[in-house]
């Protein structure tokens, strides 16, 4: 019930390419998604978040889509560029409690 | 605006000794959350203060343990180390209460048990 999957691992996406991570949660109490953004050697960075009501939020090049009946939420990096090569930790939290993916290291190949 | 400031940046411990982390968060923000990042485990989440009194916490052993002063600067504790408790520890401070607020990470303290 508290787990957050986090698929894949690792990508590899060719520059100009769309760089897609995708997260699936069990607990339909939790009521806020974030993506964060970690480059080594330093923590992590809030990338972008969404709420439940609603289906999709954009800013930039980066896009969250989400699925409150599947319990799926996916980031969507368009036109992806090497400077974005991190590592990316989406998490699923509620009011008490965060749990977060076991992370995507994402290289983009120049 | 200075962001979240964890020291020190890197510590070295043998088994059974205890330490102390700080950190202090962005200016204006009264909750710090503190994190624990392992390669297997990731991020989990440790406790979370607000207002000097711990608000959430984590499934860690009574061994980690944390407190806040009122100027909302916080400390963690860890007692009895274990090879187990290497890891990159992270604090994180937001205006607000609750684990579904923005989290601003501090660049964090790498722990290394001997």
């Known amino acids: 019930q508290q787990q957050v999957k986090q698929s894949p691992q690792s990508l590899i996406v060719q520059k100009g390419g769309i760089s897609i991570i995708n997260c699936a949660y069990e607990n339909t109490a939790f009521d806020y998604f974030p993506w964060y953004q970690q480059f080594p050697g330093k923590g992590p960075a809030l990338l972008i978040a969404?709420?439940?009501?609603?289906s999709e939020k954009k800013e930039g090049r980066f896009t969250i889509s989400f699925n409150k009946s599947a319990k799926q939420f996916s980031l969507h990096i368009m036109d992806s560029q090497p400077g974005d090569s991190a590592t990316y930790f989406c998490?699923?939290?509620?009011?008490?409690?965060?749990?977060f993916g076991k992370g995507t290291r994402l290289h983009i190949l120049p | 605006k200075a962001g979240v400031t964890q020291t020190p940046r890197y510590l070295i411990k043998t088994r059974g000794q205890q330490v102390t982390l700080s950190c202090s968060p962005i200016s204006g923000h009264r909750s710090v959350s503190w994190y624990q990042q392992t390669p297997g485990q990731g991020l989990q989440f440790l406790f979370e203060?607000?207002?000097?009194?711990?608000?959430n916490k984590g499934n860690f052993p009574g061994r980690f343990s944390g407190r806040q002063f009122s100027n909302s600067r916080s400390e963690m504790n860890v007692s009895t180390l274990e090879l187990g408790d290497s890891a990159l520890y992270l604090c994180?401070?937001?205006?607000?209460?609750?684990?579904?607020?923005?989290?601003?990470f501090g660049d964090g303290t790498r722990l290394s048990i001997l």
């Open positions: 994180a401070s937001s205006p607000a209460v609750g684990g579904n607020q923005p989290q601003h």
């Open positions: 969404i709420r439940p009501d609603v």
């Open positions: 998490a699923a939290s509620r009011g008490d409690k965060i749990i």
């Open positions: 203060y607000f207002s000097e009194t711990q608000r």
